[in-house]
């Protein structure tokens, strides 16, 4: 029975020797070292306080693969993943790495379905594709991405995390249909380990224990020294081969060595700080103290290998960092499916990923034609819900499909002979531009004149200054269709179009209601109180427009607006120095990319409702000749608004990008300038008309005449419409 004061530290082989360790070790608060334990699981240090592993853990790949994706601006991307517990925990560190750098993930398959990737293949979705997945699923998916490609000359980019790559049928993979990067430890290999194991043999033991020598002399040469479990008896004269050696974990040899000398330079420091005359407190193994101090020993130990012991020749510095060691990762990537040769492209090492070629930060033409066109590709958030975009208006998504390189242009701008842009607004946006300020100015003009002309204060007034602040806001928000896609744009753009269409037809529809209610009454009758009065029908027309207000505001919660950048050959992320190209046009798209347009044209529904019922009421009073014909105009108006409507609805969710925001802005201003020329305009002309005729009334009778037969409340009204003068009606 060993004493444990004489005992450092135990030395653990494989994951089931370090979880029965785990259960007895941390009692006694010992320490205990893995050279061959990458699961994410160990990454724990509350459960695993005592582990040490110079193997490096899969979580630094995983956080590698993210870099990757950041570094060549790979996004949106697809995860595939075994489902066990081991790719469950590299899942969950892959979503949270990618969060960190920006990178989409689009969707989350398991890899265990015969059919997962026909099923991907048939969406609108990426074909860049993250693979967290064992021998047996990389195979599946690889073998359904050959028949694929047979089918359809789909190209697939996939970078993995496992070394199963290696073991992988060469016949599956395909250069011209695959872009293919593949994570894989830095190795190393220890000639003098190797010189001192070719000459083990059966008569020359190395100094090794019979019964630990026979076990590994066994299994070394595939052979049995009765009793034994294999077939093939041992002739004692086996010799070690380079072939041999060859089929050994190279990566397991310098972490156990490594790991074995980290052991031995930390025994070496406790005896050194413990062993003199007056040795400080904790020097005893046998207390907690003691262990704990052995444990910031070996937490604290360093060196470095001598470049010449390993092949390549390179200086390794030990040091733990988080009880994890690791030489590194490089990056390969598949050059030629033939040869199933790989090319470095870069390592990655302490955080660092460094390229080891010059185009690694360029996207190859091979890598473009890896990602469908999918401007409508959705991120998935943390509760494993689909959102609509890329958060914040710094999101990217990568469209590389050549044949729809026109498509993701939202607008074209004009340059100069010396290649110098013009303007800052497509020349549509400036010449609309002008004819929308003009409109403005006039409607503000005309708002002035009957605010000051007119004399009835009363009424239905009030409806008719609100439907010109409605016009106003149609003309206004074109504005937000001549400026580049962003945040503050986008949510400009969804929220008041709506609200400023509702205010002008909320004015048409209560004014139609309520000429119909008074369908029947004279008009020295026809008095305006309670629910007609001018604060009570303004009232309710500012209720139906917070209807549209309260839609829209739950419209930008549940569906968060942004932009996003959509270029034809690589995905693009504003804010990167290092982007290898320059934008000509305009690539912004308000997202979802995919469904925004359709979405605008959505929006409308409480609209066109409300422009039915103005409708609907006003053809009931057609042929009323009251209010010279007030009912047939509110019908000529919404009709010619509901043609704007169809018009601008189908090209801006049918057509090709660049003609759908000068298709709404143009019906916007349309729309705007019928409504103001059918009714504020034509009831100014009128106003004008009736004063002309009243002074030519007043120059042909005496002045008492005039004053007695003509009441100007009956002369005079609200530009929509009531109590003009039976003359007039």
Same mark, same amino acid.
């Given at each position: 029975?060993?004493?444990?004061?004489?005992?450092?530290?135990?030395?653990?082989?494989?994951?089931?020797?370090?979880?029965?360790?785990?259960?007895?070790?941390?009692?006694?608060?010992?320490?205990? %070292?893995?050279? *061959? #334990?990458?699961?994410?699981?160990?990454?724990? @240090?509350?459960?695993?306080?005592?582990?040490? /592993? +110079?193997?490096?853990?899969?979580?630094?790949?995983?956080?590698?693969?993210?870099?990757?994706?950041?570094?060549?601006?790979?996004?949106?991307?697809?995860?595939?993943?075994?489902?066990?517990?081991?790719?469950?925990?590299?899942?969950?560190?892959?979503?949270?790495?990618?969060?960190?750098?920006?990178?989409?993930?689009?969707?989350?398959?398991?890899?265990?379905?015969?059919?997962?990737?026909?099923?991907?293949?048939?969406?609108?979705?990426?074909?860049?594709?993250?693979?967290?997945?064992?021998?047996?699923?990389?195979?599946?998916?690889?073998?359904?991405?050959?028949?694929?490609?047979?089918?359809?000359?789909?190209?697939?980019?996939?970078?993995?995390?496992?070394?199963?790559?290696?073991? %992988?049928?060469? *016949? #599956?993979?395909?250069?011209?249909?695959?872009? @293919?990067?593949?994570?894989?430890?830095?190795? /190393? +290999?220890?000639?003098?380990?190797?010189?001192?194991?070719?000459?083990?043999?059966?008569?020359?033991?190395?100094?090794?224990?019979?019964?630990?020598?026979?076990?590994?002399?066994?299994?070394?040469?595939?052979?049995?020294?009765?009793?034994?479990?294999?077939?093939?008896?041992?002739?004692?004269?086996?010799?070690?081969?380079?072939?041999?050696?060859?089929?050994?974990?190279?990566?397991?040899?310098?972490?156990?060595?490594?790991?074995?000398?980290?052991?031995?330079?930390?025994?070496?420091?406790?005896?050194?700080?413990?062993?003199?005359?007056?040795?400080?407190?904790?020097?005893?193994?046998?207390?907690?103290?003691?262990?704990?101090?052995?444990?910031?020993?070996?937490?604290?130990?360093?060196?470095?290998?001598?470049?010449?012991?390993?092949?390549?020749?390179?200086?390794?510095?030990?040091?733990?960092?988080?009880?994890?060691?690791?030489?590194?990762?490089?990056?390969?990537?598949?050059?030629?499916?033939?040869?199933?040769?790989?090319?470095?492209?870069?390592?990655?090492?302490?955080?660092?990923?460094?390229?080891?070629?010059?185009?690694?930060?360029?996207?190859?033409?091979?890598?473009?034609?890896?990602?469908?066109?999918?401007?409508?590709?959705?991120?998935?958030?943390?509760?494993?819900?689909?959102?609509?975009?890329?958060?914040?208006?710094?999101?990217?998504?990568?469209?590389?499909?050549?044949?729809?390189?026109?498509?993701?242009?939202?607008?074209?701008?004009?340059?100069?002979?010396?290649?110098?842009?013009?303007?800052?607004?497509?020349?549509?946006?400036?010449?609309?531009?002008?004819?929308?300020?003009?409109?403005?100015?006039?409607?503000?003009?005309?708002?002035?004149?009957?605010?000051?002309?007119?004399?009835?204060?009363?009424?239905?007034?009030?409806?008719?200054?609100?439907?010109?602040?409605?016009?106003?806001?149609?003309?206004?928000?074109?504005?937000?269709?001549?400026?580049?896609?962003?945040?503050?744009?986008?949510?400009?753009?969804?929220?008041?179009?709506?609200?400023?269409?509702?205010?002008?037809?909320?004015?048409?529809?209560?004014?139609?209601?309520?000429?119909?209610?008074?369908?029947?009454?004279?008009?020295?009758?026809?008095?305006?109180?309670?629910?007609?009065?001018?604060?009570?029908?303004?009232?309710?027309?500012?209720?139906?427009?917070?209807?549209?207000?309260?839609?829209?505001?739950?419209?930008?919660?549940?569906?968060?607006?942004?932009?996003?950048?959509?270029?034809?050959?690589?995905?693009?992320?504003?804010?990167?120095?290092?982007?290898?190209?320059?934008?000509?046009?305009?690539?912004?798209?308000?997202?979802?990319?995919?469904?925004?347009?359709?979405?605008?044209?959505?929006?409308?529904?409480?609209?066109?409702?409300?422009?039915?019922?103005?409708i609907c009421f006003g053809s009931l009073l057609w042929d009323n000749e009251k209010n010279y014909y007030e009912s047939r105009w509110i019908v000529v108006a919404c009709l010619c608004s509901s043609s704007c409507f169809l018009v601008w609805m189908v090209v801006s969710t049918s057509s090709d990008a660049v003609f759908r925001d000068p298709a709404v802005a143009i019906g916007n201003f349309i729309n705007a300038t019928a409504l103001l020329a059918v009714m504020p305009l034509r009831k100014a002309i009128l106003l004008v008309k009736i004063k002309k005729e009243v002074e030519e009334e007043e120059k042909e009778k005496?002045?008492?005449?005039?004053?007695?037969?003509?009441?100007?409340?009956?002369?005079?009204?609200?530009?929509?419409?009531?109590?003009?003068?039976?003359?007039?009606?």
């Amino acid at each position: 029975m060993l004493n444990k004061s004489n005992i450092f530290s135990f030395f653990t082989m494989h994951e089931a020797n370090a979880i029965a360790a785990q259960r007895v070790l941390p009692y006694f608060k010992t320490s205990y %070292l893995s050279p *061959d #334990l990458t699961d994410i699981r160990f990454d724990d @240090l509350k459960m695993y306080k005592y582990l040490f /592993r +110079t193997k490096g853990s899969l979580f630094e790949k995983v956080v590698l693969i993210s870099r990757v994706l950041k570094t060549k601006q790979i996004t949106p991307v697809a995860v595939m993943y075994s489902d066990d517990e081991s790719h469950k925990a590299q899942l969950e560190t892959f979503k949270e790495e990618s969060s960190k750098d920006g990178i989409c993930i689009e969707e989350i398959l398991k890899a265990s379905d015969d059919n997962v990737l026909t099923s991907q293949a048939k969406k609108r979705a990426t074909r860049a594709i993250v693979l967290l997945t064992n021998l047996r699923d990389g195979t599946s998916i690889l073998n359904q991405t050959k028949h694929l490609s047979s089918q359809n000359q789909q190209t697939y980019l996939f970078i993995g995390v496992e070394d199963w790559i290696q073991n %992988l049928d060469k *016949d #599956l993979i395909s250069a011209d249909q695959v872009t @293919l990067f593949i994570t894989e430890r830095k190795v /190393r +290999t220890v000639p003098p380990f190797e010189k001192k194991i070719k000459k083990m043999s059966f008569q020359n033991k190395l100094g090794l224990p019979d019964v630990w020598f026979e076990e590994f002399y066994q299994w070394f040469h595939n052979c049995s020294l009765t009793p034994s479990q294999y077939s093939k008896p041992c002739t004692r004269y086996e010799t070690v081969t380079d072939d041999m050696i060859a089929k050994l974990d190279q990566t397991s040899i310098l972490n156990t060595i490594v790991g074995t000398n980290a052991l031995t330079e930390s025994i070496h420091n406790w005896r050194k700080t413990c062993n003199v005359d007056k040795p400080p407190a904790g020097c005893q193994l046998s207390t907690p103290e003691g262990r704990s101090r052995y444990w910031s020993q070996l937490n604290d130990v360093e060196f470095k290998t001598n470049k010449s012991l390993l092949k390549p020749e390179a200086s390794l510095d030990f040091r733990f960092s988080k009880q994890v060691w690791s030489p590194g990762y490089l990056v390969q990537e598949l050059q030629s499916s033939k040869q199933n040769t790989f090319q470095t492209v870069a390592t990655f090492s302490n955080g660092v990923l460094k390229p080891s070629v010059p185009n690694f930060k360029t996207v190859t033409e091979e890598v473009l034609q890896t990602i469908l066109f999918c401007p409508g590709c959705r991120c998935l958030n943390d509760q494993g819900n689909a959102e609509s975009n890329i958060p914040g208006s710094s999101s990217f998504v990568g469209v590389t499909n050549l044949m729809l390189k026109e498509l993701t242009i939202r607008n074209y701008f004009h340059y100069d002979d010396d290649d110098v842009r013009l303007f800052d607004w497509p020349l549509w946006a400036i010449i609309l531009a002008v004819l929308t300020s003009i409109g403005i100015i006039f409607t503000v003009l005309l708002f002035f004149y009957l605010l000051i002309a007119y004399p009835i204060r009363g009424g239905t007034t009030s409806l008719g200054f609100l439907f010109l602040i409605g016009i106003l806001g149609i003309y206004g928000v074109n504005f937000a269709f001549f400026a580049q896609a962003s945040i503050t744009v986008c949510a400009a753009r969804r929220f008041t179009m709506a609200v400023v269409y509702v205010l002008c037809f909320a004015c048409l529809c209560v004014k139609s209601v309520d000429n119909w209610r008074y369908r029947s009454n004279e008009i020295d009758n026809h008095d305006y109180r309670r629910l007609s009065s001018s604060l009570a029908l303004g009232i309710v027309t500012l209720l139906i427009v917070l209807v549209q207000i309260i839609l829209n505001i739950e419209w930008l919660l549940l569906v968060k607006p942004s932009s996003v950048t959509l270029y034809p050959t690589m995905s693009v992320r504003r804010g990167y120095p290092d982007t290898p190209i320059k934008l000509r046009h305009d690539y912004e798209w308000c997202t979802p990319a995919d469904t925004y347009d359709t979405g605008m044209a959505l929006s409308f529904i409480f609209v066109i409702i409300l422009d039915v019922f103005a409708i609907c009421f006003g053809s009931l009073l057609w042929d009323n000749e009251k209010n010279y014909y007030e009912s047939r105009w509110i019908v000529v108006a919404c009709l010619c608004s509901s043609s704007c409507f169809l018009v601008w609805m189908v090209v801006s969710t049918s057509s090709d990008a660049v003609f759908r925001d000068p298709a709404v802005a143009i019906g916007n201003f349309i729309n705007a300038t019928a409504l103001l020329a059918v009714m504020p305009l034509r009831k100014a002309i009128l106003l004008v008309k009736i004063k002309k005729e009243v002074e030519e009334e007043e120059k042909e009778k005496p002045y008492s005449t005039i004053y007695h037969n003509i009441d100007s409340n009956k002369v005079f009204s609200d530009y929509t419409g009531n109590n003009y003068s039976e003359k007039f009606a």
